[in-house]
């Protein structure tokens, strides 16, 4: 849906992850969850991708208004600490991870 780049992905899981670790007291639910899964593939998309769409896009494709992802957006890179670098062996953890989940459930028997 936004032409994100599979980096972009892992770098968003990373970037809830972290914003899990810093702040352990933040409940992620069925109310939330969404918003901060756009809001980050959002944000790691401006990061980590050279061509990316706007936040209206992103406000479009995550039936929310415009003012509410502007400010999910801020609110997520505060709480990061403006944080969006991540370390290679990170990156590759994930990678990793991700690559052997996916081979594990798309195995037909």
């Known amino acids: 849906f936004s032409d994100c780049s599979f ?7 990373i970037y809830l992850d972290e914003l899990h ?5 933040f409940v992620i639910d069925s109310m939330n969850v969404h918003r901060l899964i ?3 593939i959002m944000v790691a998309s401006k990061f980590y991708d050279d ?3 706007n936040n ?3 406000a479009k494709i995550g ?6 992802i502007n400010t999910m957006e801020k609110e997520l890179l505060l709480a990061l600490d403006y944080s969006l670098v991540v370390p290679a062996e990170t990156y590759q953890k994930y990678y990793a991870e991700l690559f052997s989940h996916f081979a594990s459930v798309s195995r037909i028997p």
């Open 21 to 25: 670790e810093l702040h352990p007291n």
């Open 7 to 13: 980096g972009c992905y892992i770098l968003a899981l």
């Open 38 to 40: 756009i809001t980050s």
């Open 63 to 68: 039936g929310i208004s415009l003012e509410e």
């Open 56 to 58: 209206e896009y992103f």
């Open 51 to 53: 061509i990316f769409f």
